[in-house]
């Protein structure tokens, strides 16, 4: 089994579009990948020189796969489930919170992206020590807020949505990415299996 030490970009790389045929594996599967982020974060944040090559990857995953990935909870995850939970979910104060951790997560990122863009232009050999505690602190953030989603909401929507909720959140989350499904992937969601190693964090390598 690789380690993240060793190749960690490869665990940013795209998710297989037919994974969106399953919207829910494919959202648990990019948080998989938003807790390597969180450990490439916590390199940048601790390693003494500058490693530019995954300061790219870490800003072109903030830029494009995270930031859809908040769109897809908040326009279609979101919605769609506060029409399906009852009551007794007592549902709304957590996605509440999610929300606004969301746009709290949004202004912090635009530091990070700024901060990290800077470095990459200028070339420098050393992020300063604001910046590293700006990367320590949105990743601890971050995995806060993963495990918030993991353990409350992703569960109760495997609970309360049903196959074409599923049909119709894979199909928004695929025209988001540009890709039309294809009809024989659409149907019942499959099992996302979860495997390798993980970190001192929990920060988990998947396989489909």
């Known amino acids: ?10 665990y940013l790389a795209a998710l297989p579009a037919h994974l969106l045929a399953s919207p ?19 390199r940048l944040a601790t390693r003494p020189r500058f490693e530019a090559g995954i300061a790219r990857e870490v ?16 326009q279609d995850l979101f919605p769609l489930l506060r029409r399906r939970a009852v009551p007794g979910d007592q549902l709304e104060p957590v996605l509440g919170q999610l929300s606004t951790e969301h746009a709290e ?3 912090h990122a635009g ?31 971050q ?14 929507a495997r609970q309360r949505l049903s196959s074409t909720d599923l049909t119709a959140l894979g ?13 024989e992937e659409v149907g019942p969601a499959r099992q996302f299996s979860r495997g390798g190693g993980s970190d001192a964090h929990g920060d988990t390598v998947f396989r489909e």
């Open 171 to 183: 199909g928004r989350m695929a025209a988001r990415r540009g890709i039309l499904l294809a009809p």
């Open 59 to 74: 800003l072109a995953h903030i830029e494009t796969d995270m930031a859809i990935h908040v769109i897809d909870e908040e």
């Open 111 to 141: 530091l990070i992206v700024a901060g990290l863009q800077a470095a990459l232009d200028s070339r420098q050999d050393a992020l300063d020590a604001p910046l590293r505690a700006g990367l320590s602190r949105f990743a601890a953030s």
């Open 24 to 42: 829910l594996d494919f959202i648990l599967a990019d948080h998989l990948r938003q807790r390597v982020l969180c450990s490439l974060l916590d």
């Open 1 to 10: 089994m690789s380690t993240l030490a060793a190749v960690p970009e490869a």
């Open 143 to 156: 995995r806060r807020h993963l495990a918030l989603e993991n353990a409350v909401v992703m569960p109760l």
């Open 105 to 107: 997560d949004s202004a």
